[in-house]
T-cell receptor, first 115, second 111 residues
Framework: DTEVTQTPKHLVMGMTNKKSLKCEQH?????MYWYKQKAKKPPELMFV???????INESVPSRFSPECPNSSLLNLHLHALQPEDSALYLC??????????????FGAGSRLTVL | KNEVEQSPQNLTAQEGEFITINCSYS?????LHWLQQHPGGGIVSLFM???GKKKHGRLIATINIQEKHSSLHITASHPRDSAVYIC?????????????FGAGTQVVVTP
């Protein structure tokens, strides 16, 4: 299995809803990432987990809450979002064979629309 | 100022033409990625380079670390190559996949 699987592919939610995005990989990768991508812009890093621990939080608002229940799963819990949070949310993983450059495997993304 | 610059921003080619996309960066890096993104879709990692040249099918990527420059070439382009191609670098100062991305090059290949 060489894929990163993200669900759902599309999500529409109101500003008062609570929802979650899920990401799964079975490649044995020990680093997992959440990126946010607005239209016609490059991805922006949100969070990095390494060995199931949060390594990087790029000053993301608390209405986004990541969770890494085990080495294969990464969730992004969403609560009280704003319309400007509408974007493509990409999950990625990498093997962490050595510090620094690792090939990232990206998922297909979850397209979020906040009404 | 973005530390990763790509050119051109947009490119239209006819099927069969040779395509080159350039990437220049200003920081020391441990590696450089070329990524492909189809409209509305996820990202596929095409290459990771730290030196020299790599080839996969009709795609060739080269990097010159001294000149801080990389190129992605598509030979015998096909309409299915239409996508955004993104250059991203691993700065030496960052350890955890904090890629710095270029703005992307929109490639359209017409039949």
């Amino acid at each position: 299995d060489t894929e990163v699987t993200q669900t759902p592919k599309h999500l529409v939610m109101g500003m008062t809803n609570k929802k979650s995005l899920k990401c799964e990989q079975h490649m044995g990768h020990r680093a997992m990432y959440w990126y946010k991508q607005k239209a016609k812009k490059p991805p922006e890093l949100m969070f990095v987990y390494s060995y199931e621990k949060l390594s990087i939080n790029e000053s993301v608002p608390s209405r986004f809450s990541p969770e890494c229940p085990n080495s294969s799963l990464l969730n992004l819990h969403l609560h009280a979002l704003q319309p400007e949070d509408s974007a493509l949310y990409l999950c990625a993983s990498s093997p962490l064979d050595r510090a620094g450059a690792n090939v990232l495997t990206f998922g297909a993304g979850s397209r979020l629309t906040v009404l | 100022k973005n530390e990763v610059e790509q050119s051109p921003q947009n490119l239209t080619a006819q099927e069969g033409e040779f395509i080159t996309i350039n990437c220049s960066y200003s920081v020391g890096i441990s590696a450089l990625h070329w990524l492909q993104q189809h409209p509305g879709g996820g990202i596929v990692s095409l290459f990771m380079l730290s030196s020299g040249k790599k080839k996969h099918g009709r795609l060739i990527a080269t990097i010159n670390i001294q000149e801080k420059h990389s190129s992605l070439h598509i030979t015998a382009s096909h309409p299915r190559d239409s996508a955004v191609y993104i250059c991203a670098v691993h700065p030496l100062t960052d350890s955890w996949g904090k890629l710095q991305f270029g703005a992307g090059t929109q490639v359209v290949v017409t039949p």
